[in-house]
């Protein structure tokens, strides 16, 4: 196995939803099929643990996000997909960064500084109370998934660009102390499709649960739409598609043609029970068959289960021998 052109992880916690469609799923699905290209795809489930103590919740996350992943098309063959968690090397290479990251980079942290601040807000004396060193080192964790395959592109959202230039830093470090055996990777962030508004205008989110689950049914699809916030205008009264929710996810679909002439719609005036019954069939036509599909997975979850561990056996053709010389490299060896 080669190492990874593209890597990218997707923590097991929540339901896919249409956002983490058009942001993650659809991109990966095409660079999955690329024969020119080598991909990692992984259920980074050790990360969910940082936030979810549920064990049952867990699981049926990673499955239903497997299933769906599959279930829209990623090509399993030719990317390389798997659980983190298959993977014993990631950890062990884990601990090995740990003791070349900086304290105070961790510190600077984002969501380690989000939760001290939540933390001093609430007037608690202890700034990190409830901070488990697992959120702390999350960064750690992140950089071993990357650097374990050697990635050179992380594809991820915009919240995710300090992780990868921790990870850089880390990675530099030990090329710096031991010898140059890791590429520095790149970012990839995804602009234009990255985010999708939810029910209530704001980012489509778990956190805010706002989202549109991709593999509800039918029926649940055609409520959740219904249900998006819309302004009071009223039929033949001229739209703005700019802050318009429903025209955001339209065109997240839709091709470019297709999305001009809807904004010429807008400008008539569209009302907007017509659109969203038309945003409505254009979303359920997509999802049809990836839905029967998905239903058809979660019914033999032991089929997801052979895909992964077949996905594991691939990615540890590359991390076994790595992280042997990652051993060699500094010390750990047998020492006959
Ligand atoms: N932290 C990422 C997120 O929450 C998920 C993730 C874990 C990841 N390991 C990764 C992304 C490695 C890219 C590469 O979205």
Known sequence: MKNADYLTGITTSGTPHLGNYVGAIRPAVETSKNPDLVSYYFLADYHSLIKNHDPKLRKQSALEIAGAW?????????????RQSDIPEIPELTWILTNLTAKGLMNRAHA??????????????????????????????????????????????????????????????????????????????DKTSSVLSG?????????????????????QLRKLIMKIKTN????????????????SIYKAFASESETQEMAERYKKGIAWGTMKLELFDYIDAILKEPRKKYEELM??????????????LKAREFSVPFLEKIRKTIGIASIG
Do not use: W
Request: hydrophobic share 40%; proline share 5%.
């Open 70 to 82: 599959i279930a829209l098309g990623l090509d399993y063959d030719n990317c390389v997909f798997y």
């Open 112 to 189: 380690y500084k989000a939760a001290v601040a939540q933390n001093d807000e609430q007037g608690h004396n202890d700034s990190d109370k409830g901070i488990t060193m697992g959120l702390f080192s999350y960064p750690i964790l992140m950089a071993a998934d990357i650097l374990m395959f050697n990635a050179r592109k992380v594809p991820v959202g915009q919240d995710q660009v300090q992780h990868l230039e921790m990870t850089r830093d880390i990675a530099a470090r030990f090329n710096h102390i031991y010898k140059k055996l890791f590429i520095l990777p790149q970012v990839v962030v």
């Open 199 to 219: 029910l209530d205008g704001r980012k489509m989110s778990k956190s805010y649960h706002n989202f549109i689950p991709l593999f509800d049914t039918q029926k």
């Open 232 to 247: 009071s205008l009223g039929p033949n009264e001229p739209k703005d598609t700019e802050t318009c929710t429903l025209f």
């Open 299 to 312: 019914n033999n979850p032991s089929d997801i289960d052979e895909i992964l561990k077949k996905g594991a």
